[in-house]
């Protein structure tokens, strides 16, 4: 598996995801809390 893209530290969640599991639920939050303009991934 490759690694995550934001922390560099974990594995990716699965095959078609560049996040792990943490990264992953941060952004969720993060996009959920604010609706960011530019989406980073």
């Known amino acids: 598996m490759k690694k995550c893209i934001d ?6 969640r699965n095959k078609r995801s560049s996040l792990c599991d943490k990264c992953f639920e941060k952004a969720f939050k993060r996009k959920v809390a604010e609706q960011p303009e530019q989406s980073w991934w």
């Open 7 to 12: 922390c560099n530290l974990n594995e990716v």
